[in-house]
Structures are given as structure tokens and as C-alpha cells.
């Protein structure tokens, strides 16, 4: 019976412990389904956040863009009114603004303003410190603050035959238009020049500078180049930041970057002088060298320096023993191997990263005014000068696969030696100032913020194109005839 009442105990005993493990269970489900509510409201609370913060993004970028196309609209309204008619240099077979794709197109050279939203969700975040107006190119129309003053003319050298227009040019600008010229020293001293008696009036007027030693980047107003494509590149070497407007008269051999004709130099000077010329704005390229001033002695000790040898110094850094070359270019920059006979060996950075070694007989660096001059005859593609670009061109790569590239005119390049390199290279800015590349120099490069305002004879997209056909003689070939009857019986009978 004592036992039969123990063992009735036991099972009692574990009855309740039974029951109060299910009585936990039960309350740690409770809890659990406590928990997953509070998750799941609080998941809920966040995504609502979510919600309301990318909707009121989209407000504000919605309030932004709306803002900006009513800017736009004001821009284009007065774009059209310093522009005059743009319809009439359109197709008679095209309107002036066409709608292609739900977007209104007019005859801009800046492609279209994109689209900052991407499918029903997506889009861009809207950053306001970045956003930038540009003024579309067809609109960039020359206009003068203050009636132009000082003239600089520039004349190609040891060319007896422009000593006639010279002459001309100079007497129309003084006698007739009052203004003061501005020579190099070097064209007035010429001998075939100060024999002529009836120039010595005129000749006594002018004001004169020498390159290197005369600072005369803040006096001139407006530049005229009598000659080739060297005259042009050698103003742009004159002034290395703002850039007064350049007008070039075709009086070289090649005159790519010369529009105007002498013949009627006149009309077209004074058209300039009263302020309505079309310009296009030619970017150029920073170019920073920074060298050793070790390096610097001893290529003054092994290589003698002419007037288009070493770059004058522009800042010294004695605690580094480094000193910093800066120029402008507008043509190219150019580094190659120098009298060395083994291949050129150059690492080469895009913004920090090295993106690869060049091995040949150098590289080409070139803005897209340049893409028509030494890049072309190395095999790159020819830019307008209007595309924001950098071009980037091997020089006899020794690898089939190096090929000549375009990288954005944002991006900033660097070039130096390899180490592993058995030999120096040589830079030149436009052709000149030749420098030694040595060990531990380098080289960097960007788009510079001082482009060169080339004036444009009738418009920048026909001058260039025209230049491309009597220059370049480009896509020139024997046109193909027409078929005048049916030979072929073949074709005829069926």
C-alpha cells in the first residue's frame, strides 16, 4: 500500500513538472510571437521612413529638375535671340525642333540633357554642388566689355613674301582704327623691313616685346596671326592663362587653323572690332613636370639649350630638391625616346591607377585640336574640337593591340619612367622646349581651365570640315560612274 502511494506521489510529482515545462513553453511562444509583433511593427515603422524619405527625395529632385528646365527655357529663349533664326540654317526637309521620342530637338552641339530617372523606381541622386550649365557651342558669339585697344600681330619669320600684308595690316590698324600694335622685336628689326622708307612712320608706332623677357599677357586685347598653324601655337605659348580671341589669315603652307582670307582682311577686321564673330573655344592641356634638380644640372651639362630648349624655371622646391615646370599646350604633348635607339619604356596613370606601360618609340598626348596634327599622322581619329576630350596615341607600339584611345578631358593623366627602362625619354610641348625625362620625374597632364578663343571665318562646324577637305584633302576619291546601259545578259534575262 506504501508503495502503490509513492508511486502515486512520483507520477503526481512529475504531472506537475510536465505541466509547468508546457506552462514555459506556452509563455516562451507568447513571447516569441511578442517579439515577431514588435519586429514586424518595427520593420514596418522603417520601411514606412524608407518610403517617406525616398518620396520626399523625389519631391526634391522633381522641385530641382523643374527648376533647372526653367532655366533651360530661359537660356534657350535667349540663345535664340543672340542667335537669330536657327531654322533657317536647318534642312527644309527637317523643322528646327523635332520631336523624336516624346524629346523636343533643336540644332545644339551639346547632345541632350539626359534623363535622371531610369524605370518606374530608379534614379539619379540629385547633387546640387554639382550640377553645371554649359553654353551650347553655336551660341558663342564674341562681344567686347570695353572697346578693343591693343592689337598683338604675329607674323611668320623668314617669309619675305608677308612683308606686304604686314605692312597693310599694321597701317590699317593704326592710321584707320586707332589702335595700338603690338610686334615681336625680332619682325620689326628685319632688314627687308626697315629698308622700306614709307613703313617708317608706321614702324616707329609699334610697340615691341621679346619672348621670354616681356610680359604682355594683360595689355592685348585681340590677337591676329599672319601665317600658318605655327603662328597660332606660338600665341598660344605666349599667354599661359586667359587667352585674348585669336584671328588666323591663311598666309602658311598648311593653314588648318587659319579660316581667313587676306583678301578681304578689312571686312572681316572690322567685323571682329564691332563684336560679331563666332568663336570656338579650342581647349588646351596643363602640363606639370616635376623634376629633380640633380636631373635638371646634368642635362644642362650634356645637352646644349637653344631658344626652343629647356622650359624657364617656374617654381623651386629647395627642401624636396624638386623643381615644377608648367606650360599650356594646344596642340600636343609629345614623349618619345630621344636620340636613344631602345624602345621608349613609360608607365601610364589615369587618375593614381596604372592602366599601362607604354613600349615603342613613345607616346602622344593630344587635345582634339590636336587630333588633325601628329596624333592623325600616327594613326588616331580626328576630334572636333568642341568634343570635351583627351586622346591618348601610341607611337609605333610594339604590340599589335595598342591601339589609340579617347578618355574623358576631366581625367588626369600621369607619365613616368619605367623603372625596369633602360634609357631617358625626351617631352616637347607643341614641338618645342624639348626636356629629358630621367628617373623619378614625372609627368602630369589635364585639361586645362584656359582654352583659346579661335575666331571663326563662318561657323565652327563648317570651318572645320572645310579645313578636313583643303588641308587634308580628306575622304578624297574619283567619284564612281553611273551605269549607261545593260551589258550583262545575266541581269537582264530571266
Known amino acids: 500500500m506504501e508503495t502503490m502511494s509513492k508511486e502515486i506521489q512520483q507520477l503526481e510529482g512529475e504531472d506537475k513538472e510536465l505541466l509547468s515545462a508546457d506552462n514555459d513553453i506556452v509563455q516562451e511562444k507568447t513571447e516569441d510571437s511578442l517579439q515577431q509583433n514588435e519586429l514586424e511593427e518595427s520593420h514596418g515603422k522603417r520601411e514606412k521612413c524608407h518610403i517617406s524619405r525616398r518620396r520626399k527625395q523625389n519631391r526634391k529632385y522633381e522641385e530641382h529638375e523643374s527648376s533647372h528646365r526653367e532655366k533651360d527655357k530661359v537660356q534657350a529663349s535667349s540663345r535664340e535671340h543672340a542667335v537669330g533664326n536657327i531654322s533657317s540654317r536647318q534642312d527644309d526637309t527637317e523643322p528646327s525642333n523635332t520631336i523624336w521620342d516624346g524629346c523636343r530637338r533643336a540644332r545644339f552641339l551639346h547632345g541632350p540633357c539626359p534623363a535622371m530617372h531610369f524605370g518606374p523606381k530608379a534614379c539619379i541622386l540629385p547633387n546640387t554642388s554639382s550640377v553645371m550649365h554649359i553654353q551650347d557651342p553655336f551660341s558663342q558669339k564674341l562681344t567686347w566689355n570695353n572697346p578693343p585697344l591693343n592689337v598683338l600681330v604675329i607674323k611668320k619669320i623668314r617669309d619675305e613674301s608677308l612683308l606686304g600684308p604686314f605692312k597693310q595690316l599694321c597701317t590699317f590698324l593704326?592710321?584707320?582704327?586707332?589702335?595700338?600694335?603690338?610686334?615681336?622685336?625680332?619682325?620689326?628689326?628685319?632688314?627687308?623691313?626697315?629698308?622700306?622708307e614709307d613703313f617708317n612712320e608706321i614702324r616707329n608706332q609699334l610697340c615691341?616685346?621679346?619672348?621670354?623677357?616681356?610680359?604682355?599677357?594683360?595689355c592685348i586685347d585681340l590677337i591676329i596671326c599672319l601665317g600658318g598653324d605655327g603662328t597660332l601655337l606660338y600665341a598660344s605659348s605666349l599667354f599661359q592663362h586667359s587667352v585674348p580671341p585669336v584671328m588666323a589669315f591663311h598666309l602658311g603652307s598648311f593653314g588648318f587653323l587659319t579660316p581667313f582670307k587676306f583678301e578681304t582682311y578689312k571686312t572681316d577686321v572690322n567685323k571682329?572690332?564691332?563684336?560679331?564673330?563666332?568663336?570656338?573655344?579650342?581647349?588646351?592641356?596643363?602640363?606639370?613636370?616635376?623634376?629633380?634638380?640633380?636631373?635638371?644640372?646634368?642635362?644642362?651639362?650634356?645637352?646644349?639649350?637653344?631658344?626652343?630648349?629647356?622650359?624657364?624655371q617656374s617654381s623651386i622646391d629647395t627642401d624636396s630638391g624638386k623643381i615644377i615646370l608648367q606650360v599650356q599646350v594646344l596642340n600636343e604633348v609629345v614623349v618619345d625616346r630621344g636620340p636613344s635607339s631602345y624602345l621608349s619604356?613609360?608607365?601610364?596613370?589615369?587618375?593614381?591607377?596604372?592602366?599601362?606601360?607604354?613600349?615603342?618609340?613613345?607616346?602622344?598626348?593630344?587635345?582634339p585640336t590636336g587630333s588633325t596634327a601628329y596624333a592623325a599622322a600616327a594613326g588616331a581619329s580626328m576630334i572636333h574640337?568642341?568634343?570635351?576630350?583627351?586622346?591618348?596615341?601610341?607611337?609605333?607600339?610594339?604590340?599589335?593591340?595598342?591601339?589609340?584611345?579617347?578618355?574623358?578631358?576631366?581625367?588626369?593623366?600621369?607619365?613616368?619612367l619605367d623603372p625596369s627602362a633602360r634609357n631617358t625619354a625626351w617631352i616637347s610641348f607643341d614641338g618645342r622646349k624639348r626636356q629629358e625625362i630621367r628617373h623619378g620625374d614625372s609627368i602630369q597632364i589635364t585639361t586645362s581651365c584656359y582654352p583659346l578663343p579661335s575666331i571663326c571665318c563662318h561657323d565652327l562646324v563648317y570651318d572645320w570640315f572645310e579645313g578636313l577637305a583643303e588641308c587634308l584633302h580628306w575622304n578624297v576619291r574619283k567619284k564612281q560612274t553611273k551605269f549607261t546601259e545593260m551589258t550583262d545578259s545575266s541581269d537582264t534575262d530571266i
Not at 208 to 218: H, L
Not at 345 to 367: A, E, F, H, P, W
Open 174 to 196: 593704326i592710321e584707320e582704327q586707332k589702335l595700338s600694335v603690338y610686334v615681336e622685336k625680332k619682325v620689326v628689326e628685319d632688314r627687308a623691313l626697315a629698308k622700306d
Open 385 to 416: 574640337p568642341n568634343v570635351p576630350a583627351i586622346m591618348i596615341t601610341p607611337i609605333c607600339p610594339h604590340s599589335l593591340s595598342f591601339r589609340p584611345i579617347v578618355v574623358p578631358a576631366g581625367v588626369e593623366l600621369m607619365i613616368t
Open 272 to 312: 571682329v572690332i564691332e563684336g560679331s564673330a563666332a568663336i570656338i573655344l579650342r581647349s588646351r592641356l596643363k602640363v606639370k613636370v616635376v623634376k629633380k634638380l640633380a636631373n635638371i644640372q646634368e642635362t644642362e651639362s650634356r645637352y646644349k639649350v637653344d631658344e626652343n630648349g629647356l622650359v624657364p
Open 208 to 218: 615691341t616685346f621679346r619672348e621670354g623677357y616681356d610680359d604682355i599677357s594683360d
Open 345 to 367: 619604356n613609360l608607365d601610364l596613370y589615369l587618375d593614381g591607377r596604372l592602366i599601362t606601360s607604354v613600349q615603342g618609340d613613345g607616346v602622344i598626348v593630344s587635345t
